[in-house]
DNA sequence: CCGAACACGTGAAAC
DNA sequence: TGTTTCACGTGTTCG
């Protein structure tokens, strides 16, 4: 075809002359060749990496891989998700089962509705204090300074950190004419990358110190 | 060099007469490129929703998405791992509870015997550390060492806590590798359930920590 | 023979 | 500045 005559590109050539003069002919040799090499393996090396930690794989293109591990990632998410309903719904229990043993009218109130109830009669007068630092990827440092109006108040806080998946490495609570000053270090149990933002962690602790 | 000599691929010209006859001249085109750009537009978008899936992306980079998806996927087998873990655990003692409870002749357990059945079934490893000193006549100062095994442990300690009537004045909570030196100086309040007895107080934690 | 998948070198552009 | 990342068109291989 001499349609094709003026592109006379030969692979093979190129390929076998950087092979040859690959240190002193540079004359065909684009100044990134080597950079971009490196960063076609780097890539490849990481979609391999993803390829062998996703456990079933359909086909073994580039892009049915990333499909794949999209697809494994929307399961294990739906898995932790069930997980922690399911865990939560067993504290909850739990917690409800102690709370009627506890009651010596032997009244039967579930913890909503004792919640809701707390929420109604506790209107604070001063606002709490909530402070959420995020010090790396999977730890944090939190600071609350909150009244405590009731007894028991620091197990709601406690298992407020229980439920958030929270490991308290160094944890620090001191009380003064009424007012608690809550410090803790803590580390994400479940890996950095589930991490919810410290804003929105904040907020629920706002929330949970506000009704004790 | 004439061994270069056939390298006449210019990039270039070859961009501007496919923009330019795009379908009317190929010339210079390849057969494959309207599927090769099919399939870099499926690979892209395949990468972009990777990465609107992973939500903690370091970098833009086609690579560290990748690395950062890996990392996600780690996190998350984890932590599925970790709620499995948990959940088992759970089972295991809400049976165990459920067991007694449902007995169906209605002898009332008491919880003492609870806790002995406890003893004898968790002997645990470690044996736990209970220290109770009397300050003066309303104030405590107690040090606990004991083996963390499952989440929420540091809840029924703050529990208890408030079960005995003890007013948290300066708390500390220190964790390392599983192992929690909780350490705390107290006021009884004069609605407490128990008297201040060191050696009762002592006795009770005991059982609490050994039970978590 | 043809479509799909891939690695390659390259120029442009971003940081 | 220059190093790095990207999209591009290409030739080749495989089913």
Request: aromatic share 6%; charged share 30%.
């Amino acid at each position: 075809m001499e349609q094709l005559e003026p592109f006379t590109y030969n692979h093979e050539d190129n390929i076998k002359n950087l092979n040859t003069y690959q240190d002193h002919d540079r004359k065909f040799k684009s100044k990134n060749l080597e950079a971009e090499r490196r960063r076609r393996k780097k890539l490849s090396d990481r979609q391999l990496e993803l390829r062998s930690l996703v456990p079933v794989i359909t086909k073994m293109n580039k892009a049915t891989i990333i499909t794949d591990a999209i697809a494994y990632i929307e399961d294990l998410t739906k898995c932790v998700d069930h997980l922690t309903d399911q865990l939560l719904q067993m504290d909850k229990e739990t917690d409800c089962v102690l709370g009627e043993n506890m009651k010596p009218d032997g009244e039967t109130t579930t913890s909503t509705a004792a919640i809701e109830k707390d929420i109604i009669n506790n209107w604070g007068i001063t606002k709490p204090e909530v402070h959420v630092i995020k010090v790396d990827g999977g730890r944090l440092w939190i600071k609350m300074v909150f009244e405590k109006k009731k007894r028991g108040g620091l197990t709601k806080v406690i298992e407020a950190m229980a439920v958030l998946g929270f490991d308290l490495i160094d944890t620090s609570v001191t009380t003064s004419k009424g007012a608690v000053l809550f410090t803790t270090f803590l580390e994400v149990i479940c890996g950095g990358t589930m991490l919810p933002d410290a804003a929105r962690i904040k907020e629920f602790l706002f929330e949970v110190v506000r009704n004790i």
